[in-house]
């Protein structure tokens, strides 16, 4: 087993939870971490081909405040579920040490992480050590010149063999994290079903957010879920899982009988924002309480100007109240949020 610096000691005390409740009744127990907004590939749909300004490294957070958060989220607020993301979270050199330090919170909470995949060949195995639950695997397309398209970057190959070491590292179910776009790649919506399925892996559509750094977005070109639907359907049949889909994103069907499922996430078509438990946090500290909220709480300053947990918990308390009840990006109102999906975590 890998030792890491940054495992939190043990508590001496126990702390009463005050969870992160909205004024509408709903709880959120399951943190995004974003932990840069890098990124090593340009994908169209989240950031232009040049890249972006990354955050000044002074204003990332560092990996003992990070961990401090975390414990405070876990101990005081009922956090019970953390996913590592970003941006690349690979490019994020302490993640094992983080990942052993989420596990090692009491109580210990179910620790994923959502990547691209580059460089996973290579640390999944430590991850896996370090204590890390699931992964997600971002592949929008098994096409080298399709995936060249979207992500601007040839490794496909990469993330192929990233898939592999995830599967035999045991961080399972591997689960795979796709958007269609039109005209690129959702022409081959079947055929990336049926290579999941033949190696193992769960697929899950998404649809696509008005979250990318140009505000090249539009409702008419997006893929709907409707479309996704229609495109499977030309080569399977598919069959809405009869299960309590609780706060989960993704609506699951079983492909041909099953047992082979695949999910498909309506963020904006079917919104499931009645359900939503998630709560964020950048990579530069701010607290966001929805992916399209266009206000966030600042926790960094009190974190490095001396502040208690108690102090940072109650900020983190109140962020949570002007939570709204939906993203309403079909609202005439709807603005963007400034930040891109690379920066706020997705
Ligand atoms: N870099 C990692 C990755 O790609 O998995 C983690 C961060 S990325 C922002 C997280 C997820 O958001 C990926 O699955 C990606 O496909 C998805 N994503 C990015 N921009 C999106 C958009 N505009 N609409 C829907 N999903 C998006
Ligand atoms: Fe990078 Fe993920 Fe955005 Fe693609 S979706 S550019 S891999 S952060």
Same mark, same amino acid.
């Given at each position: ?8 000691? =043990? ?16 709880? @959120? ?14 994908? +169209?749909?989240?950031?232009? $081909? *040049? ?15 990070? #961990? /401090?958060?975390?414990? !405070?989220? #876990? ?20 993640? =094992? ?18 990547? &691209? ?7 999944? #195995? @430590?991850?896996? *050590? $370090?204590?890390?639950? /699931? ?10 010149? %399709? ?7 040839? /490794?496909?190959?990469?993330? !192929?063999?990233?898939?592999? $070491?995830? /599967?035999? @590292?045991?961080?399972?179910? #591997?689960?795979? &994290? ?8 959702? @022409? ?42 229609? +495109? ?10 009869? *299960? ?44 966001? &309480? ?19 947990? %108690? %102090? ?19 609202? %005439? ?14």
């Amino acid at each position: 087993m890998t030792k890491h610096s940054c495992v939190p000691p =043990p508590r001496l005390c126990s702390v009463t939870i005050t969870p992160l409740a909205d004024r509408f009744g709903r709880v @959120a127990t399951d943190l995004r971490v974003s932990l840069t907004d890098r990124c090593n590939l340009r994908c +169209s749909y989240c950031m232009p $081909a *040049e890249g972006l300004d990354w955050m000044p490294t002074d204003e990332v957070l560092t990996d003992d405040e990070v #961990v /401090r958060l975390l414990r !405070i989220g #876990v101990e005081r607020l009922g956090i019970r579920e953390v996913r590592f993301t970003g941006g690349e979270p690979l490019l994020r050199r302490g993640l =094992p040490g983080l990942v052993a330090a989420a596990k090692a919170l009491d109580p210990s909470p179910e620790v994923s992480l959502t990547t &691209n995949g580059l460089g996973l060949a290579r640390t999944a #195995v @430590a991850l896996a *050590e $370090a204590g890390l639950d /699931r992964v997600n695997v971002s592949l929008d397309t098994v096409r080298r010149e %399709e995936f060249l398209a979207i992500t601007r970057r040839d /490794r496909l190959h990469d993330v !192929i063999a990233a898939l592999a $070491a995830a /599967r035999a @590292a045991g961080l399972e179910p #591997v689960k795979v &994290n796709a958007v269609l776009l039109r005209g690129v790649n959702d @022409a081959h919506a079947p055929e990336l079903l049926r290579w999941c399925i033949e190696q193992g892996y769960a697929l899950r559509f998404i649809e696509q957010m008005p979250l990318d750094a140009q505000h090249g977005w539009s409702r008419a070109a997006m893929i709907t879920a409707e479309e996704i639907f229609a +495109s499977l359907a030309t080569e399977f049949t598919l069959t809405p899982v009869d *299960e309590d889909r609780g706060s989960a994103p993704a609506e699951e069907f079983l492909v041909d009988g099953g047992p082979a499922r695949v999910g498909v996430i309506a963020s904006v078509t079917r919104p499931f924002c009645g359900d939503c438990d998630r709560v964020r946090l950048t990579a530069d500290g701010q607290v966001r &309480n929805c992916l399209f909220a266009r206000e966030e709480s600042d926790l960094r300053t009190p974190l490095r100007s001396g502040a208690s947990d %108690e %102090e940072i918990a109650d900020r983190w308390r109140i962020a949570m109240l002007g939570k709204r009840p939906g993203h309403g990006i079909d609202d %005439e109102s709807f603005l963007q949020p400034t930040r891109p999906m690379s920066a706020i975590g997705g």
